[in-house]
């Protein structure tokens, strides 16, 4: 019984060392790829496609390869109403909201009633015009009958020429409450059509501006508002802004009326066209870059003011007239894939086999990405399809963790 013992003792050490040896040769290759990774030239195993898979995933291959590269800077901005047709659309004057005639979202035209305010201070201004028309009309009248008074020498000079004085008054003091009406909002058309007996003088109506778009309202029947209240925004969407922030090292490469192309997530692919229409001339210290507006016509409304945009500025000028061309080493735009704050490309290792490899990438010009670290001149790269071998590699990093 105690041989017995001991023989089944030293097997189970001897399978127990195996097993111990199998797990060494199993964790030294993980190892040695953990040693290796790093920011670019990181290479993350190999992919292995059919060639059914290649042809159904539209996998096509192109070269990484020296080649001229017009200049072209990318940044992010923000898109904006274009300040110079954006309006708050205020009363002239205090009252009680009588009727609104708009809503958000209600495209308007120029002058047209937005909502009617029935104000006190408005009824007042006008009576007092209408009593300053009154008299001036009187003391006009009165003046020309004293005037042909003295002609036929019923009347003295002194009476003329009071009378005439007085006339004068009215005029100026007609002219003041007239003025004041203008102050109000009240148009000369109007002015010319009150009447002594106009019904509901006392309402105000509140004018788009311009022809645009009614983007916010403050405003509720019966509503209480003063000249400081704010009605209604409302902005012309036919053209807007986008705000964006150019580094210090990319300013000499951009200048107003450079052609921009903008895209944005809601419409992946459509290109939106710019121009640069501003450049400030202070730099932000802590960023170390200045801001600049580009100009991008609008007609379908497709672009909303805060939606977040992806600029590509193309450079025309140069010293010699022609675009600024570098020859650097590079791959189609499309051989990239993004992988958080990283690319990748997939190089081609022939009979089906891909590698996901971490690049490094610089400036980009005409479809085409500078490769600053990760490939190397002449490497074989897949330059279409490439999301289906992205999602093969996420599905090999998922199996492997596994």
Known sequence: MTRFLRIFATACLAIFGMG??????????????????????????????????????????????IRPL?????????????????????????????????????????????????????GEAIVEYLQAKAR???????????????????SSQQEMLAAQASAREADAALRGAEEHLHLLG???????????????ASIYEVRAPFAGTIVERHITLGE????????????????????????????????????????????PETAFAGKVVFLGSQIETGSRTARARIEVPNPDGKLRPGMFARVRISDPHAADGKAETVSVLAVAESALQREGDDFVAFIALGDGRFESRKVRTGRKGGGFVEILEGLSAGESVAVSGTFVLKSEASKESLGGEE
């Open 186 to 200: 009240i148009s000369d058309d109007h002015v010319r059509s009150l009447g002594y007996d106009q019904p509901r």
């Open 70 to 122: 017009r200049t072209e800077i990318e940044t992010t901005g923000a898109v904006d109403f274009d300040q110079r047709r954006f309006a708050h659309v205020n009363p002239r004057v205090g009252g009680r909201v009588d009727a609104t005639l708009a809503e958000v979202g209600d495209v308007v035209r120029s002058g047209q009633v937005l909502a009617r305010v029935d104000s006190i201070a408005l």
């Open 224 to 267: 209480i508002v003063e000249p400081q209240s704010q009605l209604f925004q409302i902005a012309d969407l036919s053209r807007l802004w986008v705000w964006i922030d150019v580094f210090e090292r990319d300013l000499a490469r951009v200048h107003l009326d450079d052609d921009v192309e903008l895209h944005v997530d809601t419409y």
């Open 20 to 65: 111990l040896a199998a797990c060494s040769r199993t964790a030294a290759p993980d190892a040695e790829a953990t040693a290796e990774g790093g920011p670019a030239g990181d290479t993350r195993g190999t992919i292995h496609l059919s060639p059914e898979a290649i042809v159904s995933g539209g996998i096509t291959l192109g070269a990484a390869e």
């Open 136 to 154: 001036a009309e009187l003391a006009r009248e009165t003046f020309e009958r004293e005037r042909g008074l003295f002609a036929d020498r019923i």
